[in-house]
């Protein structure tokens, strides 16, 4: 069954479907899964056959964290805290120094792949440990529902850097830079937060959604009831990820993230302030949150972006208002080894899956 | 950190599940959703974030064939 996800042959068969439409359309997805699966498999090429682009938007987590933020963790780590984060977050360069970089200079900076390893490295040192906490709806739950543990060491520290996902695609639309005809809304976020939501969109904008899974025959089926949206013009939510997305969502995920964090107004790579969209701690976990506890060197960092970072295009690509590949430094002075923008480093970068995949194409 | 991933429970004790990611096994907190043994989930950063109904998964997959045989 798992296989049939990926078969070619009903690939193409929903491909022809769509292509006996004759349209021309732009839509975009929000999701780096869903770009690694559209790369991974070609299907970019085989969508424009058939006059469909696919656009990228801010669907990376690590990408959409300010380099401030990523400032923020970097000096806690100089003023000798352990700094606990996710492997994405490695090697986002600011101003030409990453948390790799710290590291090789003797700071403490550890990876983990969970939030529950950073509360046992907490457990097991004397020091104080921060965990950068990145991501939408799809990881704070695991955040949320361990700031409620009333067994936490008292030398562990969350900064939290979660977003929420759809004040981005509400902002982004209210920026208008792009025509977009459909959204392929990402279907883990939406495992989470349910299809409700999207209905808010759905009447302000009018325009076509459907929730989508990773495999190929998902991308290519939820381009199909687009489609099938633009055809009949009949503007809908259409849930395709049935088997892991449903009406409501995550209740008990989302009641850990309506309990412990609130919405505050933040900053995103490539975008203005967006009002309520960060995950802010509540008072009553204020003991394990780093903005509070270590206020005093937080609020100190200010972020001058270096010339060559001034040149990084990435708040664009995230828009979607531009292709990777119409940045100048993509793939030259910008590239895997040498990463200038976040969008270059993270496994779900626009830039980094472009050009990851660039040969294979 | 952010790819979710879908795996099978094997083992679970407590919180913690063993899951089977095709052949790689991997411990992941299953606390945020009620999964047994034999369940597929979709894990997030070491924790699970939602079951896998395959019920859901061969009716998408029927439903898949049937567009493309139709004549529209
Ligand atoms: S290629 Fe590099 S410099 Fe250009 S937008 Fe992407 S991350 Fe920024």
Redesign the pocket.
């Known amino acids: 069954m798992w296989n049939e996800l990926k078969d070619s042959r009903l690939i193409n068969g929903i491909i022809e479907k769509i292509g006996q439409y004759k349209l021309k359309l732009t839509l975009m997805h929000a999701c780096g899964t869903h770009q690694e699966t559209l790369s991974r498999y070609g299907l970019g090429s085989l969508f424009s056959k058939v006059g469909v682009t696919i656009k990228s938007g801010p669907g990376c987590p690590v990408c959409v964290t300010t380099a401030k933020e990523f400032l923020q963790i970097m000096r806690l780590a100089e003023k000798g805290k352990t700094v606990a984060i996710y492997g994405d977050c490695l090697r986002v360069p600011v101003n030409g120094r990453a948390l790799m970089h710290f590291r090789a200079e003797g700071y403490d900076v550890r990876i983990v792949y969970s939030i529950d390893e950073a509360v046992e490295l907490a457990r097991s040192l004397k020091n104080d440990v921060v965990f950068m906490a990145i991501g939408f709806e799809t990881t704070a739950p695991s955040t949320a529902s361990t700031l409620v543990r009333d067994d936490l060491p008292k030398n562990f520290y969350v900064l939290s850097c979660h977003r929420f996902f759809l004040p981005a695609m509400i902002k982004l639309l209210e920026l208008g830079e792009i025509k977009l005809d459909g959204i392929i809304e990402p279907g883990h976020v939406s495992a989470i937060i349910g299809y409700k939501p999207y209905e808010e969109i759905r009447k302000r904008f009018k325009i076509p959604q459907v929730i989508s899974g990773f495999e190929p025959l998902d991308i290519v089926l939820s381009v199909y009831y687009l489609v099938k949206q633009i055809i009949e013009d009949d503007v809908k939510v259409v849930n395709e990820y049935n088997r892991v997305v449903s009406r409501e969502g995550n209740q008990l995920a989302l009641s850990f993230i309506n309990k412990v964090f609130y919405p505050k107004d933040i900053e995103w790579r490539g975008f203005p302030i967006i009002s309520s969209s960060l995950m802010a701690i509540k008072e009553k976990y204020s003991i394990h949150d780093a903005s509070k506890q270590f206020e005093d060197i937080i609020s100190k960092v200010q972020y001058d972006p270096s010339p060559l970072e001034k040149?990084?295009?990435?708040g664009?690509?995230l828009r979607g208002v531009?292709h990777?590949q119409a940045?100048?430094?993509?793939?030259k002075?910008?590239n895997l080894e040498n990463?200038?923008?976040?969008?270059?480093?993270s496994v779900e970068?626009?830039?980094?899956i472009y050009?990851e995949y660039s040969e294979l194409f | 950190m952010c790819l979710g991933i879908p795996g099978k429970v094997i083992e679970k004790k407590g919180n913690v599940a063993k899951i089977d990611f095709g052949g790689l096994i991997r411990e992941a907190n299953v606390s945020l959703v009620n999964a047994k043994v034999g369940d597929y989930v979709i894990v997030h950063a070491g924790f699970a974030i939602s079951k896998v109904n395959k019920r859901e998964a061969l009716k998408t997959i029927k439903l898949v064939k049937e567009i493309i045989e139709s004549k529209v």
Request: charged residues 10%; proline residues 11%; glycine residues 12%.
């Open positions: 040149t990084c295009r990435c664009e690509v531009i990777p940045c100048p430094l993509f793939g002075v910008c990463p200038v923008g976040a969008c270059m480093v970068g626009a830039c980094r050009l």
